[in-house]
């Protein structure tokens, strides 16, 4: 008999769809959230010695143990026992230590993996499970999606396979997937599924439009994050505001019904799963999650409570366009008004309410980066930017101001301070 216990997301029933292919009705999957699994493992565990089933084998993908179970499988392994764990989780690599287990963050190919893909591998390499066109198609699909490279690709089906996921029941998703991969020569979503799909699609970029009103920042350590509280379309959600705030290094989505933060990143340089490390959690290096503990309910609820949520840029402008080098205006907090111009050395400027800073910035890029991370500004309206130049040359016409703008020649840049 087979035993699979995995993940309850796609990538975690992915495997076991996959495994409903490989050995039909000769495996027993269980479905698990990250604490879950501990429970389901000890049962196995607990329930006869190994010797009174000695050609059983269990399971365990896109999960790992704690380390109390972690011996206790290590032990039932040197007993006789027949466990694979398959993981692609860089904070599981420690499993690689024992023979029983396998975690590889990248394919061999170079791809990031997933735990599907993995599996399939592992099936196929073992004669267990015949390759298809159609599999290839699914198992590409669900990796895609779990290692977000549908974004960077622009793989919009594999979005729209984990919008179908979380729109039927587990149990009928899961059926539905095995009789297709089981029948069909390639994977395709069915007409009734396409339309359905579609209205989800706007249903989710509604559900965004009202989150992104809702997103408050603030600094979690040296870190600039985006905190907003959501329990649904956490990827998409994550997806549009990084990209449409990348001054941010991380963005935190935190579910409370379920108490659970998801942690999101476009950048390179910032690893979430070593901040959800920080609380218990793990996960990728672009998309991990944690539970709602003390010090998270701390950090993420409590002390940014107060915080106005953050503003949005002007849309529509067509004067006070960002990038441009005779000057951009942008807002902040109090009535601040924050002017980032190029000056004659070619770097450019931050004037304060009129006052200069004392440094100034390589890029357009730097200098917006710095005062939407530091300043919570937002780009300004064309009339806010209309009303500060007409302001500007009045002053100038009646000898309120001299003529010329300060320039930075002789300053550093922010770099060199």
Sequence with gaps: MYYLYSHNDLDGVGCGIIAKCAFGDEVDIRYNSISGLNFQV????NRVPVQ???????????????SELEQRLDRYVKDGGHVRLIDHHKTANHFNDYSWAQVDVYHADGRLSSATSLFYEYLIKNGMLSRTE???QFVELVRLYDTWEWESENKLQAK?????????????FETKMVDRLRSQQSFTFDEFEEKILDMEENKIERYIRRKRREMIQTFIGSECAGIVYAESYHSELASELGTSHPHLDFIAILNMGG????????????????IAMRYGGGGHAKASGCNIGDVVFKLFVEEPFELEPMRADAARNQFNIKGSETGVLYESWGDDK?????SRSGQWAVEWNDEPLAFHFKTFEDAERHIKRNYGAWLARDEIYVSMLTDHMRRIRTGAMPLALPDFDGEATLEDI
């Design 52 to 66: 009174g089933n000695p050609d059983d084998l269990l399971f365990i993908t896109d999960l790992t143990v704690n």
């Design 160 to 172: 729209r396979l984990n919008d179908l996921f979380f729109m039927v029941s587990l149990d009928e």
């Design 338 to 342: 924050i002017f980032v111009y190029l």
């Design 42 to 45: 000890e049962r196995y565990l």
């Design 259 to 274: 108490r659970k933060m998801s942690l999101r990143t476009i950048h390179e340089h910032i690893d979430v799963s070593a």
């Design 134 to 136: 159609s599999m290839d």
